[in-house]
């Protein structure tokens, strides 16, 4: 089966979230798919490229990667269809997807100490540009392990409530809560030293 033609360039400045379809044509576009109309597949990647671009972008702060993971979240997501379960919303099992992808990325990474020292090399040549709040931001999240950092994006940049962002880590409802207090104290706490005036000499 080809499935080039499913595949649809994920535009790195996109940030379009309208057009979700909800959970029960969501459901409906998923047996299409699996009854053989491949075609359906490509309404799926219409409504959900967005959300699944911007949360890799959140997690791995590289647009290349971001669009990369986007890539493999819809091919792994096609290949795993027959596993959906239709009484959970297919956006939160598609995240879920997209998650895992990345924290599995990031963690290869940490392991490789030249990945690292251009991350902060990227950082620093990025300072000088125009985007200086995102560049902050991306240096606060940066501060954050993958995980804490995984949910502060999916509670603050998306919304979801603690069950969802449960579902979509896979950690406790519990955890969830615990992890983002402690990222917000941290937040908090890089935030006070990057902003309190440096003493003169």
């Not at 996109?14 to 959970?23: A, H, P, R, S, Y």
């Not at 053989?36 to 997690?59: C, D, H, M, P, T």
């Amino acid at each position: 089966m080809q499935l080039f033609p499913l595949f649809i360039r994920i535009k790195s400045g996109e940030n379009n979230f309208k057009g979700i379809l909800k959970m029960s044509e969501d459901s409906r576009l998923v047996s299409e798919i699996l009854s053989g109309n491949i075609g359906a597949f490509r309404q799926l990647v219409e409504s959900y490229k967005s959300q699944v671009y911007n949360l890799a972008y959140r997690l791995l702060g590289d647009c290349a990667e971001a669009e990369d993971a986007a890539q493999e979240t819809f091919l792994r997501a096609f290949k795993s269809l027959h596993s959906y379960d239709h009484n959970r919303p297919f956006a939160s099992w598609l995240l879920s997807i997209t998650h895992h992808y990345c924290i599995d990325l990031l963690r290869k990474r940490r392991a490789q100490a030249s990945a690292v020292k251009q991350m902060a090399e990227d950082l620093r040549v990025n300072r000088g540009r125009g985007n200086s709040l995102e560049v902050e931001v991306r240096e606060l999240l940066d501060k954050l392990g993958e995980e804490d950092r995984a949910v502060v994006v999916l509670k603050y940049w998306y919304g979801y409530d603690y069950r969802e962002i449960s579902e979509i880590t896979g950690l406790s409802e519990s955890a969830v809560k615990s992890r983002l207090y402690r990222a917000r104290r941290t937040l908090a706490e890089e935030w006070l030293k990057s902003t309190r005036p440096k003493a003169e000499g």
